[in-house]
């Protein structure tokens, strides 16, 4: 097992026990949590295989989903921003990702902060839409999934500034 595999095993297991064990028991305002676990989406490998990372994203969203009793949403979710990453990186990162050159704590702030924020809303819209399930309560998925995503981004760009100047 080299270095990168270890570092990204260790992400998977300290963002899931964060997230479990910390964040979803925030409920800031009543009902807003910052979703972060969701930062080792967004910082998997560019040339990862494909099968191999919509199955991990689905595995994680389910294990937040089991300590959560949340049936499922956040797999889905996962699942969905997972397969969605490619034309997110494409949109954002152009030639740069079409060549593999992408590294996330190597890019300017506007292009993460746009990557970032694509995906956050992508999963929260996901989230939020499956866990309401109601057409007619439109208003609190647009409300849940602006405001949650919101704190999702500016702890998410926090972290991922901090990570970023350790490893500098």
């Not at 009793?69 to 979710?77: I, L, N, P, T």
């Not at 990186?89 to 993460?112: A, C, H, I, P």
């Amino acid at each position: 097992m080299n270095k990168d595999t270890l570092l990204h095993i260790t992400r998977f297991i300290v963002l899931i026990l964060v997230q479990t064990m910390v964040l979803n028991h925030i409920n800031f305002l009543g009902y807003l949590n910052p979703y972060i676990y969701i930062i080792f989406i967004l910082l998997a490998p560019i040339n990862i295989n494909r099968s191999l990372f919509l199955v991990v994203s689905f595995m994680l969203g389910l294990i937040i989903d089991m300590f959560g009793d949340s049936g499922g949403v956040h797999a889905a979710a996962c699942t969905i921003i997972a397969f969605f990453r490619p034309i997110a990186l494409r949109s954002v990162f152009g030639l740069s990702y079409e060549f593999q050159t992408v590294k996330l704590s190597n890019v300017r702030f506007g292009e993460r902060f746009v990557y970032v924020t694509l995906m956050v809303l992508t999963h929260h819209i996901v989230l939020f839409s499956l866990e309401i399930f109601n057409f007619s309560h439109i208003l609190l998925i647009i409300k849940k999934t602006l405001l949650s995503s919101l704190f999702t981004i500016v702890i998410t760009m926090l972290v991922l500034a901090l990570f970023r100047r350790n490893n500098s």
